[in-house]
């Protein structure tokens, strides 16, 4: 089994890459920095600075992949963050970085990989999209949400468009995570990406995961809190 993950550097992408190698999984990461410190000892991950905001990074990468053979089986598009573009005053430059990183970030790989998966009749693209598309959370941050919620949508119109060829795209829709678990309705990476390695080597994967679910279930519901009383009293 190959795997590649973005944004494989810390965080989620860190744990992501641990839980995968611990299922005997061979990864592929990729990050704008260096490589996760904690990374079993072997053979089985193969790590590569690339920049997912720049395409031409992307095909490059993809070309040494490619040229060792490394056609993943699953596809997770990690990389991601809510850069600030509504601080002080809007910028439109900070607004078009979330949408460079999480939604073009992840797609280009869609398109340098789909047709190997198309021809193989299998294979897992697999999202980490945001609760936040559900309920606005980010304060100073328009585009994370904004580029998120382009992202889910994407992957839906592309898990229909290609449903009878065998490839799978799954989204995932986290919420608050941390290294520790620090609220009642957040998680830690570890289990964040237990739940995202268990669903996509399942061999009929979910097409939608949102967790934790108790965030899940209350932001679902703030969607119904008038603005005022939202911003008022949550948006801070």
């Given at each position: 089994?190959?795997?590649?993950?973005?944004?494989?550097?810390?965080?989620?992408?860190?744990?992501?890459?641990?839980?995968?190698?611990?299922?005997?999984?061979?990864?592929?990461?990729?990050?704008?920095?260096?490589?996760?410190?904690?990374?079993?000892?072997?053979?089985?991950?193969?790590?590569?600075?690339?920049?997912?905001?720049?395409?031409?990074?992307?095909?490059?990468?993809?070309?040494?992949?490619?040229?060792?053979?490394?056609?993943?089986?699953?596809?997770?598009?990690?990389?991601?963050?809510?850069?600030?573009?509504?601080?002080?005053?809007?910028?439109?430059?900070?607004?078009?970085?979330?949408?460079?990183?999480?939604?073009?970030?992840?797609?280009?790989w869609v398109e340098e990989f789909l047709p190997h998966f198309m021809k193989r009749g299998s294979g897992?693209?697999?999202?980490?999209?945001?609760?936040?598309?559900?309920?606005?959370?980010?304060?100073?941050?328009?585009?994370?949400?904004?580029?998120?919620?382009?992202?889910?949508?994407?992957?839906?119109?592309?898990?229909?468009?290609?449903?009878?060829?065998?490839?799978?795209?799954?989204?995932?829709?986290?919420?608050?995570?941390?290294?520790?678990?620090?609220?009642?309705?957040?998680?830690?990476?570890?289990?964040?990406?237990?739940?995202?390695?268990?669903?996509?080597?399942?061999?009929?994967?979910?097409?939608?995961?949102?967790?934790?679910?108790?965030?899940?279930?209350?932001?679902?519901?703030?969607?119904?809190?008038?603005?005022?009383?939202?911003?008022?009293?949550?948006?801070?």
């Amino acid at each position: 089994m190959k795997v590649l993950v973005t944004g494989a550097s810390r965080g989620l992408g860190a744990a992501l890459v641990e839980r995968y190698l611990f299922n005997g999984a061979q990864v592929w990461g990729v990050g704008r920095s260096s490589a996760p410190a904690r990374v079993p000892d072997g053979k089985r991950f193969i790590y590569t600075q690339c920049d997912v905001r720049d395409a031409d990074s992307i095909r490059m990468t993809v070309r040494d992949m490619t040229e060792t053979g490394f056609i993943p089986d699953i596809a997770v598009f990690n990389a991601g963050a809510p850069t600030k573009d509504a601080a002080d005053s809007f910028r439109f430059q900070s607004f078009r970085e979330n949408f460079e990183t999480n939604l073009f970030g992840a797609v280009i790989w869609v398109e340098e990989f789909l047709p190997h998966f198309m021809k193989r009749g299998s294979g897992v693209f697999a999202a980490v999209s945001s609760q936040s598309v559900f309920r606005e959370n980010h304060k100073d941050v328009v585009g994370y949400s904004a580029s998120k919620l382009a992202l889910t949508k994407a992957f839906e119109n592309l898990r229909l468009q290609y449903l009878p060829t065998g490839v799978r795209f799954v989204t995932f829709h986290p919420g608050r995570m941390s290294k520790v678990r620090n609220s009642v309705i957040g998680t830690t990476y570890s289990n964040a990406a237990r739940i995202i390695c268990v669903n996509t080597l399942a061999a009929s994967p979910r097409p939608v995961v949102n967790f934790p679910a108790l965030q899940y279930y209350m932001t679902r519901v703030l969607r119904f809190v008038p603005d005022a009383v939202f911003h008022r009293f949550i948006f801070r």
